[in-house]
């Protein structure tokens, strides 16, 4: 009963993270009661990611256009710290920390076992091969990977890998969240947070 | 430091309902991290809206080279029985069920106060005109509108004007939803459903 361009938009928004089929729906009606500039310039705007790639050294998104991102092309940012993150919003939570003023590695989603993939291992070979260009080390690789069990591993093995190319090897620390409990803070954390006092 | 077209991208999507700025920003790097086919699939199921227009007869929606929408046109329907309803998810809830085989006007959303704006008087003429075309007068018209104090002003107003238009004018029954406590079920509710009880 609903339009063919209806069914096709429910359908392929539908399998997008926190949307599923009902918001889609609601989406379709509220987007085609728009008026039509304002879809044009959504569509527009979605259409506009297919104009971005990844910058070759730290694998953030950059416009294709550009050689490097705008982190990497930045001569204000240290080129001697590294920060490797799984993903892209963990550059972003970074970022807005405004404490980080080194560069990154995104090293991709990491698989919920098993050892790195193909798309992994490209991307410490290319922050190898650039910190072989750079003068063959750096003053600080941080490690931030979520500090789950794979995590964990993933971060170990960058670990071994990197040990002789960087002066530090960290981690972020562990503790109680800001706001968090300790009543509630599960044993692992709250000997972290014991150890890590200050 | 992101992108620009990133940036445009959350810029535009985080005003769409139920995202916000967060939701964008995470729909964005899922969407960069699809396969090239699968980004273009989306900008295509989003550009495809476009290729819609409103049925003249009912105000749903319809592809632009179709001359009715497919309920209009389905000669199955029940052409003397019409829904108004405010909305095109209310005509979407309504078929849901199942229990419904006549045609409908989408009467548009109404405003929060005032009374019918250019829009809904459009639509309300043009279904004159239709019943008028069809041999003046309907079996029965059903003002679907929620029962909210503007859905029953504007039900009452539109009773008004269909008067002699229709045998019968009718509205949703009200009540006790199914699922619902009699306990928490204000005061009108209980009352209608006390009416109306079988």
Not at 4 to 18: C, N, R, T, V
């Amino acid at each position: 009963m609903l339009p063919a361009s209806i069914k096709k938009f429910i359908e392929g928004f539908s399998k997008l993270p926190s949307l599923g089929p009902r918001l889609a729906t609601r989406l379709a009606f509220y987007l085609l009661n728009l008026d039509r500039a304002e879809l044009a310039s959504l569509i527009d705007a979605l259409g506009g990611l297919k104009r971005l790639n990844r910058c070759p050294r730290c694998f953030f998104f950059k416009e294709a256009n550009a050689a490097l991102c705008t982190i990497c092309a930045n001569p204000a940012r240290a080129t001697g710290t590294i920060a490797v993150v799984e993903r892209e919003t963990d550059l972003l939570a970074i970022e807005k920390t405004g404490k980080f003023g080194g560069q990154y590695l995104i090293l991709g989603e990491l698989p919920e076992k098993g050892i790195f993939e193909s798309t992994h291992k490209l991307r410490l070979a290319a922050l190898k091969r650039h910190i072989g260009e750079g003068g063959g080390h750096l003053k600080e690789l941080i490690i931030a990977l979520s500090p789950t069990s794979f995590g964990d591993f993933a971060a170990d093995v960058i670990g071994q890998e990197f040990k002789g190319l960087a002066e530090k090897i960290t981690r972020l620390g562990r503790g109680i969240p800001t706001g968090g409990e300790i009543e509630f803070a599960d044993e692992e954390t709250l000997s972290s947070a014991l150890e890590r006092r200050s």
